[in-house]
């Protein structure tokens, strides 16, 4: 089992970044597929970014195609969203997932571990 706890969210101005982390407690971090699924008020979990166990694959929704990127640390046992260029319509909680599985899987339910979550708003 993995345990995973985010950080770095907040409330910023449109056009601003925010880094989000995803510390994961446990020994085989390196064995899971990352992800950082969003959820705004009202609104279904979706998917935003996963990456592969080794980092060398990523997987993007559209929309932040070109704004966002997600890496991860497998000393440091973390993995990162680094979010530019926000708008409003990014506002939302953001959670951290993961997954003991090589595919790059993009729905909620091919995610065995979660976060609690943390608030990202921008303001515009």
């Known amino acids: 089992q993995v345990q995973l706890v985010e950080s770095g969210g907040g409330l910023v101005q449109a056009g601003d970044s925010l880094r989000l982390s995803c510390a994961a407690e446990?020994?085989?971090?390196?064995?899971?597929?990352m992800a950082w699924f969003s959820q705004a008020p009202g609104k279904e979990r979706q998917f935003v970014a996963a990456?592969?166990?080794?980092?060398?694959?990523?997987r993007y929704v559209g929309s932040v195609k070109g704004r966002f990127t997600i890496s991860r640390d497998n000393v440091r046992n973390t993995a990162y969203l680094q979010m530019n260029s926000l708008n409003s319509e990014d506002t939302a909680v953001y959670y951290c997932?993961?997954?003991?599985?090589?595919?790059?899987?993009?729905?909620?339910?091919?995610?065995?571990?979660w976060g609690q979550g943390t608030q990202v708003t921008v303001s515009s």
């Open positions: 997932a993961a997954d003991r599985s090589f595919r790059i899987a993009s729905g909620v339910n091919e995610y065995a571990y």
């Open positions: 446990g020994r085989t971090f390196s064995s899971y597929t």
């Open positions: 990456i592969s166990p080794s980092g060398s694959t990523t």
